[in-house]
Each structure stands twice: as C-alpha cells, then as structure tokens.
C-alpha cells in the first residue's frame, strides 16, 4: 500500500508548493509515481544564494502562493 495519506492530489507542475513544516516556496518541475508506489513531486527553489532541485513526497507538500501572491 502506497503511503499517499495526505497527499494533496491537484498537485501539479508549475505550481508553488511548501513543506508542510516550513521552508521556503517550491516549483513543481515534475509530478510522478516511484516504483514503491508513494507519489513524488521534483521542485526547484531558491535558498538566497542559488537554485536547488529536490525530490519530495507528494504528502509533504501543500499547494500555496508565495509571499505577496496572495489575493
């Protein structure tokens, strides 16, 4: 059984999305499946300095706007 408990499914790629513990704001690059079942989400952000890439589970993350996006 695949752990996507959580998981917020309208997930997809170009969207900004957050560690659900924090962190700074995400772009969803890719949206996949991994071979043990648990869906993935590949994004890139920015630390201040440079950009980074990173794999994630897709139920760690939540879709929100960055800062001064919101309505």
Same mark, same amino acid.
């Given at each position: /059984?695949?752990?996507?408990?959580? +998981? =917020? *499914?309208?997930? #997809?790629?170009?969207?900004?999305?957050?560690?659900? =513990? $924090? $962190? +700074? *704001?995400? =772009? +969803?690059?890719?949206?996949?499946?991994? =071979?043990?079942?648990?869906? /993935?989400? !590949?994004?890139?952000?920015?630390?201040? !300095? #440079?950009?980074?890439?990173?794999?994630?589970?897709?139920?760690?993350?939540?879709?929100? *706007?960055?800062?001064?996006?919101?309505?």
């Amino acid at each position: /059984m695949s752990d996507d408990q959580g +998981v =917020t *499914p309208e997930i #997809k790629v170009g969207d900004t999305v957050w560690l659900r =513990t $924090g $962190g +700074v *704001p995400m =772009t +969803v690059e890719r949206v996949y499946r991994a =071979t043990d079942g648990n869906l /993935m989400v !590949e994004a890139t952000y920015f630390d201040g !300095e #440079k950009d980074h890439h990173g794999q994630f589970l897709a139920g760690d993350l939540e879709v929100r *706007p960055r800062y001064g996006d919101e309505d």
